[in-house]
């Protein structure tokens, strides 16, 4: 079945958006990379904490408008800075971003602040990504949504049931578009639970993939860590190539793209959305 079209529109609509529709945006001169950030994190102020309360969310990134900024002006000076330029993300809390903390979705880690970014952040922020946040996850990496940091996550197509786990709130956050791309982790199903639950696709790439370097594992042998995005899968991954042997990833979208993650499968379809780790 050949892709959708991107859709391009002047009053932009980011739910179901992909990395090409967002893309299609920028290059018409409708959408700004700092436009696109302050409706995402509307709708979360509109749906995470208040309205339904997923409860996706743990933290908000402080300088992602600042971000985005410097990413519009880029884009003026000398066009994109990589493939995923302009494309907000949510990272699971189990990962390291530098200025943000790591909490695992726990109180005893709630002050934890990295001194640097994990492999798998500073390989997408080159490529032009820019992290809204952290996600909510099962509490120090395991198990349902539930932690003693933020409480329950709700799935989002059912208050009253869970997100699943351990990335639920990867999952949820891309399923209520309050990201264009979520980064979780996985170690048995907990990308493919989520995103079953959610309403979207999960994949689950080759172990020894991405690097897990500033990534907390529960289980040394089992733990999966790894880049997410929209689009295709491979275009994602190819951002995160392996610098160790510390590795593995996983990845997750809309439901509809499961058909371009097939194992050799490099072509781009516009109309998938992927989470990943």
Not at 103 to 129: H, I, N, Q
Not at 161 to 190: D, H, I, L, W, Y
Not at 243 to 268: F, L, Y
Request: net charge positive; glycine share 10%; charged share 20%.
């Amino acid at each position: 079945m050949p892709s959708a079209q991107p859709r391009v529109a002047q009053s932009f609509e980011i739910v179901e958006a992909t990395i090409d529709d967002i893309h299609a945006a920028y290059r018409a001169g409708i959408l700004t990379a700092r436009q696109l950030v302050q409706m995402y994190l509307d709708r979360i102020a509109s749906y995470d904490k208040k309205g339904p309360a997923i409860n996706a969310i743990i933290s908000l990134n402080p300088t992602a408008l600042d971000e985005a900024e410097r990413l519009d002006a880029a884009l003026k000076r000398t066009g994109f800075v990589g493939p995923l330029h302009g494309i907000p993300v949510i990272m699971k809390d189990q990962a390291d971003i530098k200025g943000m903390p790591t909490t695992l979705g726990s109180a005893l880690f709630k002050d934890y602040m990295p001194e640097r970014d994990c492999f798998v952040v500073s390989k997408l922020k080159k490529a032009g990504v820019i992290f809204l946040g952290k996600a909510t996850l099962g509490e120090l990496g395991g198990g349902d949504t539930h932690g003693s940091l933020f409480g329950s996550t709700r799935n989002v197509y059912d208050l009253e049931r869970t997100a699943g786990g351990s990335s639920g709130g990867s999952g949820a956050g891309v399923s209520a578009n309050f990201c264009a791309v979520a980064v979780g982790q996985e170690g048995f199903a907990s990308i493919r639970r989520p995103a079953t639950w959610n309403g979207i696709a999960g994949m689950r790439p080759t172990m020894g993939l991405v690097s897990r370097a500033a990534t907390v594992d529960c289980d040394r042998k089992a733990e999966l860590s790894n880049p997410p995005s929209m689009g295709s899968a491979p275009k994602a991954l190819s951002q995160c190539s392996p610098s160790d042997q510390r590795i593995s990833a996983s990845i997750c979208g809309r439901r509809s793209a499961i058909s371009s993650a097939k194992s050799g499968e490099t072509r781009h379809d516009a109309g998938a959305r992927w989470i990943a780790m």
